[in-house]
């Protein structure tokens, strides 16, 4: 059986971030890619979440840990072969019981009586076959792994959205309500207050005695006079 | 021009060789005064809301003994407002937000009586008093044509702890 490889880039690494999937898309995707089984889906959700965790520790970390996707993937796509093999083949295993046996009896009796070169190309096909099988793994576990990665970025949208609408509604409330009639916390938004509307009305004064000098300049230049009188001595009479 | 009442016995001296911009312009002034003007109208309006539309609502109409009381109260607001401010602590609402006081040419805390005439006197002849503001621009000390008939002047909230001090310094001498 041959495999064809498809050369699009790594399904693992070409997942784009939690934070930059459109919620939307991501929960239309995740539905139509459902399990039939809710067993199935219960058994992806962790390896959903662990790709998730997986990829957010290899952006953190840096680039050359992307490498290591393929790797998984074989490891994804070999645990479920494995798991869903099983079952198959040890009903298979009851029925081609006895053909081991007659291959290995035609085997031997053929490799008596043949020459070297016929005997190299079992050898050959026997290569083939596990070099198909191993990319057929990998593909496998590449398809699990986007599969169980959308249905773990749709649960964490589902719980995470249940659990905001639970915060609002349930807790930030009694919260509010808490703070509100903290004595402590009063305090702080009254002083809060005081401090900005101190603030505004001390920007206010300086504004305004700056424009008092401007003004005031700006007539004694019409007029001509001199700046004002130096400050007058304490001992020296008022001026009207 | 002092009142009798209150009139010194000799010139006061300049308290505490104040700067020239330890006294409040123009600018300043015409704003305190123009939130004094808001917060006197809401006031009485305020004041004229609740005793009309109480009488009317309470009485079915507004008898005279409402209405007499009440314009003499919406009449001796202003003045009262303005009195009772520059007495107790030398600055309405307006100079507080402006950050403005009236004191005595002694810089000192107004007393009662000259705080009244500077109130009547101002409020009677409202034209005068904002026109004789022309001559803050001029004046050495940023008097008013009220301000020099009345003995006070009026300082920057700021320049008022110096004052104290050169205040206190000067009696602790004594």
């Known amino acids: 059986m041959e495999v064809r490889i498809d050369p699009a880039p790594d399904p693992i690494d070409a997942l784009v971030p939690l934070d930059a999937v459109d919620p939307e898309q991501e929960r239309i995707s995740a539905e139509s890619v459902l399990p039939t089984t809710r067993l199935d889906a219960l058994l992806r959700l962790p390896l959903g979440l662990t790709i998730l965790v997986a990829e957010r520790v290899r952006a953190d970390l840096g680039p050359d840990l992307r490498a290591a996707g393929t790797g998984a993937a074989f490891l994804v796509g070999l645990g479920d072969a494995a798991a869903t093999a099983a079952g198959r083949a040890a009903r298979a295993l009851m029925r081609a019981g006895q053909r081991p046996a007659r291959m290995a009896a035609g085997l031997a009796e053929r490799g008596l009586k043949s020459s070297p070169p016929v005997l190299a190309r079992p050898a050959r096909q026997l290569q083939t076959v596990a070099a198909n099988r191993f990319e057929v793994t990998i593909l496998r576990g590449r398809e699990i792994s986007a599969l169980a990665r959308a249905e773990a970025v749709a649960f964490l949208n589902a719980e995470s959205a249940s659990g905001i609408a639970w915060v609002r509604q349930q807790v930030l409330p009694t919260m509010i309500d808490d703070l509100a009639a903290d004595p402590k916390i009063r305090e702080l938004a009254l002083g809060q207050a005081q401090g900005a509307f101190a603030d505004a009305a001390r920007e206010l004064r300086q504004r305004s005695a700056v424009a008092d000098g401007w003004v005031e300049a700006g007539v004694r230049r019409l007029l001509g006079r001199h700046e004002p009188a130096p400050t007058p001595a304490r001992s020296q009479p008022a001026d009207g | ?174």
Not at chain 2, 162 to 173: F, L, V, Y
Request: aromatic fraction near 4%.
């Open chain 2, 1 to 174: 021009m002092d009142p009798p009442a209150e009139a010194p016995t000799a010139p006061a001296p300049d308290p505490v060789g104040l700067p020239h911009d330890a006294h409040a312009g123009i600018v300043s002034r015409l704003a305190a005064l123009v939130l004094d003007v808001v917060v006197v109208t809401l006031v009485a309006a305020v004041i004229t809301g609740v005793a009309l539309a109480g009488a009317e609502v309470m009485l079915g109409r507004v008898p005279a003994w409402v209405q007499v009381p009440t314009a003499v109260a919406i009449g001796l607001l202003p003045v009262a407002y303005f009195t009772a401010a520059w007495w107790l602590v030398g600055q309405t609402i307006g100079g507080v937000a402006m950050g403005i006081t009236v004191r005595d040419t002694a810089a000192r805390p107004l007393r009662f009586l000259r705080a009244l005439i500077r109130a009547a006197v101002g409020l009677a002849l409202a034209p005068i008093w904002l026109l004789g503001m022309i001559l803050i621009l001029i004046d050495r000390r940023r008097r008013s044509l009220l301000d020099i008939v009345t003995g006070t002047i009026v300082l920057y909230q700021r320049s008022l702890p110096n004052i104290n001090r050169d205040q206190d310094e000067g009696a602790g001498a004594e």
